[in-house]
Nanobody, 120 residues
Framework: QVHLVESGGGLVQAGGSLRLSCVSSESIFSGNTMAWYRQVPGNQREFVAGISTAGDLKYVDSVKGRFTISRDNTKKTVYLQMNSLKLEDTAVYYC??????????????WGQGTQVTVAS
């Protein structure tokens, strides 16, 4: 059963913007911190940004000031607005949900991933 469905990835030039979306089921969205992770082949999956049910935010240092995570409770959707994209942002981005994500816990739920490619 698919619980998280991402969309919005694609190819963009360096300096450009993309917005990722992730639609969740009601039960997962209302009870979990929602987050975005990314993975480059050969590397571990990396926490990018998260938003708790209370609206607390956390970002990895490399995206602070460029990426914004938000959640729409009526649409059960979490967004990742990515601005000023850099070549090193190229990765597969995964939507995830779980508890204690801000302290390194592994998410309970994962989306299928969406490719983001930043070209020079």
């Amino acid at each position: 059963q698919v619980h998280l469905v991402e969309s919005g990835g694609g190819l963009v030039q360096a300096g450009g913007s993309l917005r990722l979306s992730c639609v969740s089921s009601e039960s997962i969205f209302s009870g979990n911190t929602m987050a975005w992770y990314r993975q480059v082949p050969g590397n571990q999956r990396e926490f990018v940004a998260g938003i708790s049910t209370a609206g607390d935010l956390k970002y990895v240092d490399s995206v602070k000031g460029r990426f914004t995570i938000s959640r729409d409770n009526t649409k059960k959707t979490v967004y990742l607005q990515m601005n000023s994209l850099k070549l090193e942002d190229t990765a597969v981005y995964y939507c995830a949900a779980g508890n204690n994500l801000f302290v390194g816990a592994v998410p309970t739920y994962w989306g299928q991933g969406t490719q983001v490619t930043v070209a020079s």
